[in-house]
């Protein structure tokens, strides 16, 4: 004889019907109708997305190159009117050295006290366009801001400049032109 297992008996709760209506499951048809629906309006809210962002990429891309151009524009300017104020400065100079050639009677101090003047008018100008002098008379020999013209034996440790035949210009800190020097070199032995 079979083993049967009792199922306990349903409490009263359980066993009540429900007196709700039956919720309605929509056709097939509706579903399908609901879902395309509803994927049209995803669709057409997706569309305007992507047509805010293409108009915000535009106009970023516009301005973008508006920037640029105005950038470009600047730098050309900078380019070309940039020696503006160095030039304006220079006229000074200019001008004080023509005078001079005009002076027929001067004396040879009177010129040369001109001159001081039109040199200190010059640095002025050189020191507004941060134009700085190499002197390195005494320095230790740097490749990148001297060009050694010759080499002597010198009472000096090896490779010190020990003469300046031409100074050398930096404009900010970038060289305009090396100093021309003499360089020391080591001894030869006494034999």
């Known amino acids: 004889m079979p083993h049967r297992h009792k199922h306990p008996a349903p409490a009263d709760h359980e066993m009540a019907v429900s007196t709700a209506a039956p919720e309605a499951v929509p056709s097939p048809a509706e579903a399908g109708a609901d879902m395309a629906a509803d994927l049209t309006a995803l669709l057409q809210k997706a569309e305007m997305e992507v047509q805010t962002l293409r108009d915000d990429f535009l106009r970023a891309r516009a301005e973008t190159e508006n920037v ?99 100074k050398g210009y930096l404009v900010h800190d970038r060289v305009l032109r090396p100093a021309m020097v003499v360089v020391a070199k080591e001894k030869t032995p006494q034999t």
């Open 68 to 166: 640029r151009r105005q950038a470009r524009e600047e730098i050309a300017k900078a380019g070309k009117f940039g020696i503006e104020r160095f030039a304006a400065d220079l006229l000074a100079v200019k001008d004080a050295l023509e005078l001079a050639l005009t002076a027929g009677s001067a004396s040879f101090e009177q010129l040369r006290e001109g001159v001081a003047l039109t040199l200190k008018q010059l640095d002025a100008a050189f020191e507004k366009a941060r134009i700085q002098a190499i002197d390195p008379q005494g320095q230790p020999f740097d490749p990148h801001r001297h060009q050694a013209m010759q080499m002597v034996e010198a009472d000096v440790p090896a490779n010190t400049v020990v003469q300046v035949f031409q």
